[in-house]
């Protein structure tokens, strides 16, 4: 891991262009033509499928050649993948990584060759041949679902106790810890307070890590931790602090299964992230969830086609943040996009009227 525990986004500085790319920027930028490798890592959840196509498109309508792979959550697959992008001959390497740690040797070819590396979404870790990182504010992903907690249940206002149990993402994805100590550190004074209880006692990201970001293995955790922890007529649980609607949907069949009724007061506040149709579904229509983050995923394919073609054309890309993502090696150059906080009140503006989904869509629970 690392990261200290309040050392994550104080380093930022302004808006930025980095001349720090492997081969990109600077002179011999006059014999690229943009042809970039694409990586994403599932298709188990809609958003690296929608971001895989966009990315094509965008890179395509510039007139660059792009190889685009979905390694469907198999590691070995994704670095077999990004091995043959490079021997292709691939200029640019976009890439969204199963696990973090994987892909060092197969980065270390690619830098051999001059591509350029960046890491989508997904830092890539414990290689120096990362070049630039494009992202959200993951950590403030986290402080908005535990605020979204304190708000809904007026813990500011009222002396509790609150139960809460933690569930974080997949332990080989750098993001789960951001997302994790955002909401951590948003709930750590009341936890000290007394006003917030954790009766499963698992506050640490290992116990609390959902491995693969699956629903099904977070709807198992949440039954033990139902039959374990609450299955007496006392102890009531509150809230559930999800990083990703697919486990939150996962938490919420657990919460079902054990009589929790949705829609009613008694029911548990879930968050969530990624604005998935079904989970903005349930917050519309108050059926589970009540909360997700939505990242503008176009955005993030939007800065990271202008990061190529800046390099292609000669130039830096922009970043806006220096000192924040420290990759084992090096603080990786990073461009940071704002998560925005998604609930009943305000789903109509930020996901319909912004065109992320219709309102068909979410009534279908699909994209
Ligand atoms: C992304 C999240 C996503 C999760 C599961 C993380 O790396 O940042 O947006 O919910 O992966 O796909």
Request: with cysteine; charged share 25%; net charge negative.
């Amino acid at each position: 891991m690392h990261l200290s525990r309040r050392g994550l986004l104080y380093g930022s500085a302004g808006a930025a262009a980095v001349s720090l790319a492997g081969c990109g920027a600077g002179e011999e930028s006059a014999s690229l033509t943009g042809f970039t490798g694409i990586s994403m890592p599932t298709d188990t959840s809609e958003r690296w499928v929608i971001e895989g196509k966009a990315l094509e498109s965008n890179l395509k309508g510039l007139g660059y050649d792009v190889i685009h792979q979905n390694a469907k959550d198999v590691v070995e697959d994704q670095i077999a993948q990004i091995q043959s992008m490079v021997d292709e001959g691939v200029e640019f390497l976009v890439i969204a990584a199963i696990d973090n740690t994987s892909l060092g040797q197969v980065l270390a070819d690619a830098k051999d060759k001059g591509v350029t590396v960046i890491a989508y979404d997904r830092l890539i870790l414990e290689t120096p041949d990362v070049d630039f990182y494009a992202s959200f504010d993951n950590y403030q992903v986290g402080v908005l679902q535990a605020t979204h907690i304190i708000d809904r249940l007026g813990m500011r206002d009222n002396p509790g106790p609150f139960n809460i149990e933690l569930f974080s993402g997949d332990l080989g994805d750098n993001n789960s810890q951001y997302f994790f100590m955002g909401g951590l550190d948003t709930l750590e004074s009341f936890i000290y307070e007394g006003k917030v209880l954790i009766p499963s006692g698992q506050t640490e990201q290992e116990p609390t890590a959902t491995a693969g970001w699956s629903g099904d293995v977070a709807q198992t955790r949440m039954s033990d931790l139902l039959g374990e922890f609450y299955d007496d007529d006392e102890t009531e649980l509150h809230a559930v602090l999800s990083p990703y609607d697919g486990i939150s949907r996962g938490v919420v069949a657990a919460l079902v299964d054990a009589d929790y009724e949705p829609g009613t007061g008694g029911f548990p506040v879930v968050t969530g992230q990624d604005a998935e149709a079904a989970s903005v579904k349930a917050i519309k229509d108050g059926t589970g969830q009540t909360e997700t983050v939505f990242k503008d995923t176009r955005q993030l394919a939007h800065t990271v086609t202008d990061m190529v073609k800046a390099i292609v054309d000669g130039g830096d890309p922009e970043v806006n943040d220096l000192g924040t993502y420290d990759n084992g090696f090096k603080f990786v150059p990073s461009l940071l996009l704002e998560p925005v906080d998604v609930t009943a009140d305000n789903y109509k503006e930020v996901i319909v009227d912004s065109e992320y989904l219709t309102e068909d869509q979410i009534d279908a629970g699909e994209a």
